[in-house]
């Protein structure tokens, strides 16, 4: 299995509720990458730009699994009971193996749902990997990804 990382009225409300959805998925990010991590190996080259289609699938595979990585961490959470869930990597078996079984099974369950989601949004995994670093160490990219989640979380289910 490759590696991948593995993260949201009236006016007023308005700008708290973006600015929340966008601290949300800061946190969520946060939360991936420290319980639940989809890693990859470093590419070598150079990072490739992301364009606005890479952007928008990697908005809508973050959309899509954040409610199953809070169920999967919260599942985990209480079969450890309410102690601290360990880093979890995919392709790491032995992070995988030291979970017990049943919080084990969420885990790589969760794993393969979420490559399968990344792929089915049109992206590798690699490429998913690349995405999230070049995110989180770019402050244009960063915000590109914010509004880019606010119009996703605004777009009627039916679009």
Do not use: W
């Not at 700008?15 to 890693?39: D, E, K, R, Y």
């Not at 079984?101 to 792929?119: L, S």
Request: aromatic share 6%; glycine share 6%; with cysteine.
């Amino acid at each position: 299995m490759k590696r991948y990382y593995h993260h949201f009225f009236r006016l007023s409300l308005i700008p708290i509720i973006a600015q929340s959805l966008f601290l949300g998925t800061v946190v969520t990010a946060t939360l991936v990458s420290s319980t639940l991590v989809l890693s990859s190996k470093a590419d070598a080259q150079a990072p490739q730009g992301v364009n606005s289609g890479e952007l928008k699938n990697y908005a809508r595979a973050m959309l899509r699994m954040e409610p199953e990585r809070q169920q999967a961490f919260d599942e985990i959470k209480k079969i450890m009971n309410a102690g601290d869930v360990p880093k979890i990597v995919c392709n790491d078996n032995n992070s995988l193996n030291g979970l017990p079984g049943k919080a084990r099974d969420i885990a790589v369950n969760y794993c393969q749902r979420y490559q399968k989601v990344v792929e089915d949004n049109g992206l590798s995994i690699d490429r998913y990997n690349t995405i999230t670093t070049q995110v989180q160490g770019n402050e244009d990219l960063k915000r590109k990804m914010y509004n880019e989640l606010l119009r996703q979380q605004k777009v009627p289910k039916s679009l």
